[in-house]
């Protein structure tokens, strides 16, 4: 959660909706979002009151989660053997290409 107000900041312009799992659930991250002029679509915690968001948001979000989890498969994208930030993203590009192809 600390580095997602400076990442938001980076992007060249504003999202239509901040897509997040529940470990960025906070009033005062759900209003920067807000503030941006995008809409958060984080699920609550158990414990907080719930949060309206379309049906459709959380099925992509649940699609893009179990595509990281088929990636992490791979022994290199999950231990980050890769040095530089290239050479990662190289790994990446591959795994998912062939998670495309299986698929």
Same mark, same amino acid.
């Given at each position: $959660?600390?580095?997602?107000?400076?990442? +938001?900041?980076? +992007?060249?312009?504003?999202? +239509?909706?901040?897509?997040?799992?529940?470990?960025?659930?906070?009033?005062?991250?759900?209003?920067?979002?807000?503030? $941006?002029?995008?809409?958060?679509?984080?699920?609550?915690?158990?414990?907080?009151?719930?949060?309206?968001?379309?049906?459709?948001?959380?099925?992509?979000?649940?699609?893009?989660?179990?595509?990281?989890?088929? $990636?992490?498969?791979?022994?290199?994208?999950?231990?980050?053997?890769?040095?530089?930030?290239?050479?990662?993203?190289?790994?990446?590009? $591959?795994?998912?290409?062939?998670?495309?192809?299986?698929?």
């Amino acid at each position: $959660l600390p580095y997602a107000v400076p990442l +938001l900041a980076t +992007l060249p312009g504003v999202p +239509l909706w901040v897509v997040g799992d529940r470990g960025y659930s906070s009033h005062a991250f759900r209003q920067h979002v807000w503030d $941006l002029g995008a809409r958060p679509a984080i699920p609550p915690k158990r414990n907080e009151a719930p949060v309206a968001c379309p049906d459709w948001i959380h099925n992509n979000r649940n699609r893009v989660e179990r595509l990281w989890a088929r $990636l992490k498969e791979w022994r290199a994208v999950a231990t980050r053997y890769e040095k530089t930030a290239s050479s990662f993203l190289g790994v990446l590009h $591959l795994a998912a290409t062939l998670d495309w192809i299986r698929r």
